[in-house]
């Protein structure tokens, strides 16, 4: 982008027309009070849409207008190439999207024209002062390149010939309506839809199918497996002190989920499970790699209280359980419960626990 300075030449003065006076004082007024400085640059446009550009007076006037200091109303009018400097063509100032999409799809071919066509350079008058042009920075219509900008609006997927038409529109007062200059509309694919092209998704005509479907279309779901057979495996005893807990109801969540598994572990390998802690002292099951104070009071619930009913289970056990854990379904399996309790039953005890309570299992 090119240094944005003054134009070396500047009129003597600046004034809004009556209406522009009451316009910009209409914008004005839509900001707090104190906030006026809000509005500096709808009040520039106004300027520039009546001069054809922005001058020192007209920055001056606006400035004062708004009790802003002239160098602030300057800072915006240099930095936004939506505001002209200099004087530019009175029908039209063509700015030609010169960045690399726009590049890439012909903007040289468009910049060549404006050359041959408007004015050797960027920012001179064409020979009857009716037009000038020059290259800008991307303006945000990538997809659609290569664009111009003319004012307000946009000519946009420009070739040689819709471009010289838009200059022919632009001569005789007829420009083309802006936006694509080919058949697409808008951004959508030049070559037509590829995606979500079936009607049915627009036409309304599937609306409360799913209902029918759910009532008489499903297809029933393939019959439960068979049982699996009966295990050799020895369902151990409970502990000589421990009461059974035949009664103890088994959390819901966790029933739910165990019916809901097709393979699911039959009752026959529920392993020995008790009421209550014996002596009510139960074992800190937290201590188990893998277990928190959830997961402890799970198993409390289920009628597991200490190490070594654990590790007196057999793999069959350790499924049955595992699949009753609800959301926690899978550590008794991955952590390796029986091991770890086996080593627990017998007094060891992790080192960071220093042989006492309180593991620091997140769960
Ligand atoms: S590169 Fe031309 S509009 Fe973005």
């Known amino acids: ?84 400097l200099s004087p ?80 022919d529109g632009l001569v005789a007062g007829n420009p083309p309506t802006p936006g694509p200059q080919t058949e697409r509309f808008f951004s959508a694919p030049q070559s037509g839809g590829a995606a979500l092209t079936e009607s049915a998704l627009y036409d309304g005509s599937v609306i409360g199918k799913y209902r029918a479907f759910d009532r008489e279309e499903l297809t029933p779901p393939p019959a439960p497996a068979a049982a699996a057979p009966a295990s050799p495996a020895v369902v151990p005893a409970p502990a000589a002190d421990a009461k059974p807990a035949a009664e103890k109801p088994i959390p819901k969540v966790v029933e739910a989920q165990g019916q809901a598994d097709s393979d699911k572990v039959p009752d026959q390998h529920k392993p020995a499970l008790i009421e209550a802690a014996r002596d009510g002292k139960p074992d800190d099951l937290k201590l188990i790699v893998g277990v928190g104070s959830k997961l402890e009071e799970l198993l409390h619930k289920l009628g597991v209280y200490h190490f070594d009913q654990i590790a007196g289970w057999n793999e069959m056990n350790l499924k049955w359980v595992d699949q009753h854990l609800g959301s926690f379904r899978g550590r008794a399996l991955r952590d390796k419960w029986i091991e770890q309790s086996g080593k627990l039953a017998s007094g060891w005890r992790p080192p960071i626990h220093g042989g006492g309570q309180g593991g620091g299992n997140p769960v």
């Open 88 to 167: 530019v063509g009175r029908k039209a100032h063509i700015q030609v999207c010169g960045t690399t999409p726009c590049r890439l799809r012909g903007a040289d071919d468009i910049i060549a024209i404006c050359k041959n066509r408007l004015a050797a350079h960027p920012f001179e008058l064409s020979t009857d002062g009716e037009f000038s042009w020059e290259e800008v920075e991307c303006a945000g219509a990538c997809v659609n390149a290569p664009m111009v900008t003319v004012g307000k609006d946009t000519y946009e997927d420009l070739t040689v010939e819709t471009f010289n038409a838009l200059i």
């Open 1 to 84: 982008m090119s240094v944005r300075r003054l134009h070396p030449e500047q009129p003597e003065s600046f004034a809004f027309t009556e209406e522009n006076a009451a316009y910009v004082q209409k914008v004005i007024a839509r900001y707090p009070e104190g906030r006026q400085a809000s509005a500096v640059i709808p009040a520039l446009m106004v300027a520039q849409s009546q001069e054809g550009w922005i001058s020192l007076p007209a920055i001056e006037v606006v400035a004062k207008l708004l009790d802003m200091p002239d160098i602030r109303v300057l800072e915006v009018a240099t930095f936004y190439t939506q505001f002209q």
